[in-house]
């Protein structure tokens, strides 16, 4: 009903339905005979102008005037009403991602929306690419393709790389690790040592005397 705000549901406003009673200015006395006209205006960033109530979202008012005759002037009398922007029903979106984490294996991970209900779109994500171990932060901003209805917040999602375990039950000494004395510098080392493995010794690994010899 005009002069009662009201939210959007893409059908037309009830509009003004009751009695427009119209009274001499300063008294109780009604006048009768009169033809009423209403119409519907926009108001602010609103654009309309109409004899039918509104449908879209915005700030009307909505108007009963009667023409000048030869007993009274023309009059206008406005009443305001809104009809509020609508809102998206969030609360099937999640996020593409297992609360376990990723394991790195050396890729980019990638977190997305889903289920976002017809309308809503998203705008820009922040933050849901990675590929080195670690916490993150996602953010998803949207966009909506009905203006009658408000545009959702930002959401955000705290999420994980987990570091890999890197095996080693392949890695030993190399075969040889006994000498026979001839004068020359000896060596021990590690082999199939992973590629992203760095090793680092303690200890003698290149000797040339007799000796028993420890390295770590």
Known sequence: VAGENTVYDGNRAVGYTGDVKWYEKGTNNEVTGLDTI????GTGDTQYN???????AG????LFEITENDRYVAV????????????YDMSNVTWDYSENGYLYDGSQKEITISNLPDGVEVDSYTGNKATNAGTYQAT??????NSNYSVPESQTKQWEICKATISLKDVSWQETTEFSYDGNVHSVELQNV???VSVTYGGAITESAVGNYTTT
């Not at 206008?76 to 809102?87: G, L, P, R």
């Open 38 to 41: 209403i119409s519907y205006q």
């Open 76 to 87: 206008k009398q406005a009443i305001s009403f809104t009809i509020e922007k609508n809102n």
């Open 140 to 145: 998803v901003s949207f966009k909506v393709s």
């Open 59 to 62: 700030t009307y008012q909505v």
């Open 194 to 196: 992973p590629d992203t």
């Open 50 to 56: 109409s004899t039918e109530a509104p449908t879209n």
